[in-house]
């Protein structure tokens, strides 16, 4: 069983940067990601990041202005969102799994509680 709590959730404005972070109570994980859903719709994936490895996984619809990252030592990963914008607006959730960098939100078996990002225009 792995617990995972999320902060730096809030509301901010248009063009400003935010850093979202997850800590997990262990590091049996193989894949640590952030999903984002917006309101009506379905799960997707922001950004995954590899327990065992460096290697990273975005979203399409989020490339370039988000950053994953992790810090094995302290079990926390984070997601540095920079350029805000009101598309943004979402409840941003950690999630691990046991599948390499999976985008499916299917093939997470732990999810955090969820952080609200509010982008203001």
């Known amino acids: 069983q792995v617990q995972l709590v999320e902060s730096g959730g809030g509301l901010v404005q248009a063009g400003d940067s935010l850093r979202l972070s997850c800590v997990a109570s262990?590091?049996?994980?193989?894949?640590m990601a952030w999903f984002r859903q917006h309101p009506g719709k379905v799960r997707e994936l922001v950004a995954a990041?590899?327990?065992?490895?460096?290697?990273?996984r975005y979203g399409d619809s989020v490339k370039g202005r988000f950053t994953i990252s992790k810090n094995n030592s302290k079990n926390t990963v984070s997601l540095q969102i920079d350029s805000l914008r009101p598309e943004d607006t979402a409840v941003y959730y950690c999630?691990?799994?046991?599948?390499?960098?999976?985008?499916?939100?299917?093939?997470?078996?732990?999810w955090g509680q969820g952080t609200q990002v509010t982008v203001s225009s």
């Open positions: 262990s590091g049996t994980a193989i894949t």
């Open positions: 990041i590899s327990w065992v490895d460096d290697n990273t």
């Open positions: 999630a691990a799994a046991q599948n390499y960098l999976a985008s499916d939100p299917a093939a997470y078996a732990y």
